[in-house]
T-cell receptor
């Protein structure tokens, strides 16, 4: 089974500073990768995803992430954060399963709390 | 198009009581999931369903049962609640695994359950 490691449980930054939230996964098989964001007292919202193609993917709210297969990483970045980006961010990974199989599922990291200070 | 909805939003139970959480989706998705979220633990899969009438265990299934009698609904039951089941419960759905986009899961707003 996959394991997903989010290396920082809390990341405090000042407004307009750049930020990187790190995510590593364990499996070397082909994967799909996701970042979800959870604002206080809300459900999870998809921020961006890597399914195929360019390893640099862009998502909503100015976030982007880079898939690095050799390092099994999918780090999330934003060049200039806003106070409204304060939220918890979850990295999730799914093994690509053979067609017709029904065993695919998402594995989540433990989350990174991003706090943006004025 | 409401997406994924969950009822109730909040619930307080006494130890030993039972309850059912309801998840509904209007996107005609094949797959549905129940997760629990605890501080510092991320989301852990309780049970999931790959289609109407089917269910399967996730990584933390003990103490929970599920049913998927209709494609759009996925019910999570607690037969005898315990304080360890105090958590936030999320339901999610996804189209299927036939295409890459089918792996993307759509989440409900959550149910906050407290067991005293």
């Amino acid at each position: 089974a996959q394991s997903v490691t989010q290396l920082d449980s809390q990341v405090p930054v000042f407004e307009e500073a750049p930020v990187e939230l790190r995510c590593n996964y364990s499996s070397s098989v082909s994967v799909y990768l996701f970042w979800y964001v959870q604002y206080p007292n809300q459900g999870l919202q998809l921020l961006l995803k890597y399914l195929s193609g360019s390893t640099l993917v862009k998502g909503i709210n100015g976030f982007e992430a880079e898939f690095n297969k050799s390092q099994t990483s999918f780090h999330l970045r934003k060049p200039s954060v806003h106070i409204s980006d304060t939220a918890e961010y979850f990295c999730a990974v799914s093994d690509i399963i053979p067609r017709g199989s029904t065993l695919g599922r998402l594995y989540f990291g433990r989350g990174t709390q991003l706090t943006v200070w004025p | 198009n409401a997406g994924v909805t969950q009822t109730p939003k909040f619930r307080v139970l006494k130890t030993g009581q039972s309850m059912t959480l309801l998840c509904a989706q209007d996107m005609n998705h094949e797959y549905m999931y129940w997760y629990r979220q605890d501080p510092g633990m991320g989301l852990r899969l309780i049970h999931y369903s790959v289609g109407e009438g089917t269910t399967a265990k996730g990584e933390v299934p003990d103490g929970y049962n599920v049913s998927r009698l209709k494609k759009q609904n996925f019910l999570l039951g607690l037969e005898s609640a315990a304080p360890s089941q105090t958590s936030v419960y999320f339901c999610a759905s996804s189209p299927s695994l036939v295409t890459p986009r089918g792996y993307e899961q759509y989440f409900g707003p959550g149910t906050r359950l407290t067991v005293t």
